[in-house]
């Protein structure tokens, strides 16, 4: 398999791999194709890599800058805009972690606080108040240790990561 085969295998499966995040397949293999690239893309060439239209392009790259996955680069004497992944394989995960908390994470939270005020009187809602209580005590668990995470640097999460898998 040639390099541009593994590359395109990369780009491909990145992208399938993405809809499983639950981002779409598009936005997953721009920002693979940008992520392996070694020089900023214009969205032409984008598009001309994946096959996609201009304005599917254009909405996935804003995404992934709204993200802060990817970033303008400005080419001097160019008029076009490039685009670069972020390349530091910490920042991304920390980016992807930010995103996916206050896409998934932080409505649950609201829920669960926005139902949790339950009359203690009330013995119908006994259940259901132990189970709203349980799920806010690992909810706000996960938000907090995620926030740690975020707040770390890499060298301290791969120690502690290599401490706990021994």
Do not use: C
Request: charged share 30%; proline share 3%.
């Amino acid at each position: 398999m040639t390099a541009q085969e593994k590359k395109d295998k990369f780009v491909q499966s990145w992208g399938s791999i993405g809809s499983n995040w639950g981002i779409n397949r598009t936005m997953a293999q721009i920002h693979a194709l940008l992520l392996v690239s070694p020089k900023p893309l214009s969205a032409m060439e984008i598009k001309q890599d994946l096959q996609i239209s201009v304005g599917n392009a254009n909405m996935n790259i804003r995404a992934l800058i709204d993200w802060g996955l990817v970033h303008k680069e400005l080419i001097p004497g160019q008029r076009k805009e490039f685009f670069i992944a972020e390349k530091d394989m910490w920042e991304v995960v920390k980016r992807i972690i930010i995103q996916r908390k206050k896409k998934e994470l932080e409505p649950i939270l609201r829920l669960l606080n926005d139902v949790g005020d339950i009359d203690p009187a009330d013995k119908d809602a006994e259940e259901f108040a132990k189970v709203i209580k349980d799920l806010q005590l690992y909810s706000t668990k996960v938000d907090s240790t995620l926030d740690r995470l975020i707040n770390a640097d890499s060298n301290w999460f791969v120690g502690t990561f290599m401490k706990m898998i021994r």
